[in-house]
C-alpha cells in the first residue's frame, strides 16, 4: 500500500488517528508527533503512539497514511517506549496554543493547529511540518473534531480563510531554559530583526516566554533591545539576571541611554551593577546618574568622535572607523582644542567631500551651536525644531564639550508628551 505522492493533513485530524500493523491489528492511537530541531528543524522524527503498554515512538518513516485515513506500520516489530530526552520539539504538547515568534511577519502569534505534508516514497522523511495555523481555521477544527465527521470536517475548514506561517519563519518560544538549550531552537534568527520588532516582540509576551526570549539573546542585542522598551518593561527583563549579567548588558548600552536605566533602578541594585561593570564605562555612565534627567545633559551620550585642531582628513576617517559607539549615530565630528573647548563640527558629508590631507580647521561652520548641560529638554526641543538639528553638543559653564545630545532623544521625549 503506497502513501499519497504528496498531501495536507492538520495535526488536529491526525491526533487520536487508530495506528494498525500490516495485518490490521490495533497497536494504538497517535498521542503527538515529534519534530527534529536545529538543522533538520521540521522533519517529523516520530510518531508518538498510545498503546496499552503506554507512550512509544515510531520513526517516521516506519509509518505510512492508508486510503481509509488510517495509520498503518511497515513493520510489525516491538514499539520502542518513548523516553523524553528533550532531543524533539513535540507538536500537541509544545506548539499548539503557545506562543510562537513569526520571524517574517515580525510579532507573536498564538499556535492554533499545524499542517503536516505527507511526501512521496522516496523521500527520507515521509511526513514534514508544512506551516503552523494562526487563523480561524486551526481553531475551527479543534471545536469541532469529533462533532463532525473528519472528511466533512476538513472540506468545511478548507473554505475558510487561512492564517498560516510556514515553518522556516517560526521560532518556537521554550520557557525551561535548560529544554530550550537541548532542543537547540534557533534563536541566533531572533538576532538578524530590527532592536525595535524585537521590543515590539518582548511587549506582546506574557511574563515567562519573555524571559525565555530575551536571556537567549547575547550582550550586544540585548542592549540594542533594551534601548527600545519603556522603563517598567526595562525592569521586567532584568529582573532574573544577576547583577554580572546586567553589567555585561549595560556596558554594550549608549551611556546616556545606561544612566536612564540605572537611575530607575534601586539605589542599592544599581551601585551593584555598576561595581560589576569596567572602570571605563563605570566611569562615564557615574558621571551621568549626576545630571538632572529632565535637563540636556541627562539625555545626552558622551560616546561621539572628537579630533584636535591640527588633525586633517585622513585622521578623521580612521578616528571614525575606530569609533566604539554606533556608528550610525554619528552625523559629525567636532573639534576640540586642548582644554576640551568645541571649536566646530563638521558634517560626515563634507568630511568625505575634503581631500585627505586637508586641515580640520578649515572645514566647521562659521557659526558653532551648542547648549548648557543644564537646558531644559522643553528648551531643548525648541532648538532642534528651530535649527533642523540631527545633533547638539553640550558644553559645561566652560564651554567644554561633555557629550551630544541626538534628535532620536528629542522625538522620544516630545512623543511622551503626547
Known sequence: MQPRTSARVSLTALLGTPVTDAQGHMRGKLKDIAVATGPDAGKVAGLVLKTRAGLCIVPSQDVMETPAGTLELRSSGALVPLKDEGNYLYLQQDLVDRQIIDIHGRKVVRVNDVDLEWMGQGAAHLLRVAEVEVGVRGAFRRVFKGLLPR???????????????PWQFVDVIEVDPARRVKLRIEYERLAEMHPSDLAEILEDLAPAEREAVFTSLDEEVAAETLEEVDPKLQKALLEKLDEERIADIVEEMDPGAAADLLGELPEEQSDAILEEMEPEERQEVSELLEFDENSAAGCMTTDFVYLGMDATVAQ??????????DPDS???IYLLDEKRILR?????ARLLMAQPETRLSVLPEPRILSCPADLSQNDLAELFDKYNLHALPVVDPQNRMVGVVQADHVISFLRDKL
Not at 472528511?151 to 506561517?165: P, V
Not at 578623521?316 to 559607539?325: E, I, L, N
Not at 566646530?344 to 560626515?348: R, V, Y
Open 151 to 165: 472528511a466533512t470536517l476538513e472540506l468545511i475548514s478548507r473554505k475558510l480563510n487561512a492564517r498560516g506561517i
Open 330 to 332: 554619528v552625523t559629525e
Open 344 to 348: 566646530g563640527a563638521i558634517t560626515l
Open 316 to 325: 578623521a576617517v580612521q578616528a571614525f572607523r575606530s569609533f566604539d559607539g
